[in-house]
């Protein structure tokens, strides 16, 4: 019998899934005081190709700015923002799963909610300042 295509995890997916466990033991030894997220984002950050790396580096900028109660760490390997303990928003690398576009995008804990349907990730391919402010008032909107 001829085994299917897609049997199983894409490689990818198996790193993804080593990743959470690795942040995992971070957050166990976090509540040990012997992890540091910021320093964890910042270095997943600057593994980072061009462009994903500048554009995730500004998005770490501005939710330091406008949203400085949230907590960097890692999630699946990528830059995630958290309070008390669960993602509202996260960067996802372009590179990272081999698609045209980098996205942030925010969890269930994000305050998006608008009417019966809202957008929770955005795909960016390049940062104006106009793409800024917009991300800046979705942090900010996020968080309230």
């Not at 969890?107 to 998006?112: E, K, N, P, W, Y």
């Amino acid at each position: 019998m001829a085994s299917e295509p897609n049997e199983g995890f894409t490689a990818e997916e198996r790193a993804a899934m080593q990743e959470c466990v690795r942040e995992l033991r971070a957050e166990r030894q976090a509540k040990k005081g012997k992890a540091d997220g910021e320093r964890d984002v910042l270095t997943r950050i600057v593994e980072m190709p061009e462009p994903d790396r500048t554009i995730a580096g500004r998005i770490h900028a501005i939710i330091k700015t406008v949203a400085p109660e949230l907590t960097p760490k890692t999630w699946y390997g990528m830059p995630a923002y958290a309070r008390d303990g669960s993602v509202i928003c996260f960067f996802q690398s372009a590179n990272k799963f081999k698609t045209r576009y980098a996205t942030l995008g925010f969890t269930d804990t994000a305050h998006l909610d608008e009417d019966d349907m809202w957008p929770v990730a955005f795909a960016l391919k390049e940062l104006t300042p106009a793409v800024e402010a917009q991300i800046s008032a979705l942090i900010k909107k996020a968080v309230r």
